[in-house]
């Protein structure tokens, strides 16, 4: 049996609408992402679910994107390969805001390049899980699908043959996401947004956004946080996470630097500049956000290496 795994990640990150993508690991060292394992060939495809959220799945595996992915690697390649006896441990929450549909995307298209050889390059299977996305959120957007890929805090490059660029990050800050265990569709989220800026909206995104990434570089972390202003998705967004502007209130004033939603939500994330603030920010949204027991509150840093085997 082969082993893979594709880490959590949030796209935006506030500032940098599906410009933006960040993917996180635990402080403890748990895994928080999604594995798939490659049992054997056999004559036909299968999938058999597993994981803490697979109860979010639909039963029948037959429309799951691992297979699409399967099949979609296939075409890429030209060539029909052997089938696979193939399960998908599914550890984090669906319409979530936390790249789930990516993560799985990922995840299966690493083990599928890594397992038949890697017969496609890094640029060709990122275009690939990004077109894969595409179908699920209803755009192609790489801010989900590049972290989760590569790890890190990536700046995506619309246009250009890189596609994203690494980022500078400050390694003491800690990010706490809480998933309140409740589903928001990335497609009702994206359906809110509005379909066009005035020049003066779009120029003060833009230059926000420039503001963040030079801070990075400076490290001038003041200067960071007061870039992390979300002038595009969360205004429209917030009717659909009424418990954001106060939770943010509340976090604030004890001195976090930034709370954000993840993704298109309703995820929750937190930046944090030491471990009291981190522990303080974690319990308070378990307390105050969460709200079944499909929820999760996990510490993390920024994770340092994206899909891999395990």
């Known amino acids: 049996m082969k082993s893979?795994?594709?880490?959590a990640s949030t796209g935006n990150f506030s500032v940098g609408f599906d410009l933006l993508g960040a993917a996180f690991e635990p402080v403890d060292g748990s895994l928080f992402g999604d594995e798939l394992r490659i049992h054997n060939e056999q004559p036909e495809l299968s999938l058999r679910l597993n994981g803490r959220y697979v109860h979010q799945l639909p039963k029948d595996t037959d429309d799951n994107l691992v297979l699409q992915c399967f099949y979609a690697f296939e075409k890429a390649i030209g060539r029909t390969l052997p089938r696979?006896?193939?399960e998908l441990v599914k550890n984090l929450p669906v319409g979530s805001g936390l790249g789930s549909s990516a993560c799985s995307i990922v995840v299966a298209c690493y083990a599928f390049n890594d397992y038949f050889g890697k017969p496609l390059d890094d640029y060709q299977l990122l275009q690939l899980m990004a077109q894969l996305e595409g179908g699920v959120s209803g755009s192609v957007h790489y801010d989900n699908v590049a972290p989760s890929f590569y790890g890190g805090l990536l700046l995506m490059l619309p246009d250009s043959p890189l596609l994203c660029r690494a980022l500078p990050w400050?390694?003491?800050?800690?990010?706490v996401l809480c998933y309140p265990g409740t589903v928001l569709s990335t497609k009702e989220a994206r359906a809110v947004l509005p379909q066009q800026l005035t020049l003066k909206h779009s120029i003060a995104f833009a230059g926000m956004l420039s503001r963040f990434i030079s801070a990075?570089?400076?490290k001038d972390e003041n200067e960071a946080f007061a870039a992390l202003q979300d002038l595009v998705a969360e205004p429209a967004r917030q009717h659909l996470m009424p418990e954001l502007l106060p939770i943010r209130e509340q976090l604030t004033a004890q001195g976090i630097g930034h709370v954000g939603i993840s993704g298109a939500g309703p995820t929750i994330f937190a930046v944090c500049q030491n471990d009291t603030q981190a522990q303080f920010a974690a319990a308070y949204l378990q307390q105050h956000y969460a709200k079944n027991s499909d929820a999760i509150t996990t510490v993390c840093r920024l994770a340092g290496q994206g899909?891999?085997?395990?």
Do not use: G, M, N, S
């Open 4 to 7: 893979y795994f594709a880490p």
């Open 84 to 86: 696979l006896q193939l």
């Open 170 to 175: 400050f390694e003491h800050w800690q990010v």
């Open 216 to 218: 990075l570089y400076a």
């Open 307 to 310: 899909a891999r085997a395990l």
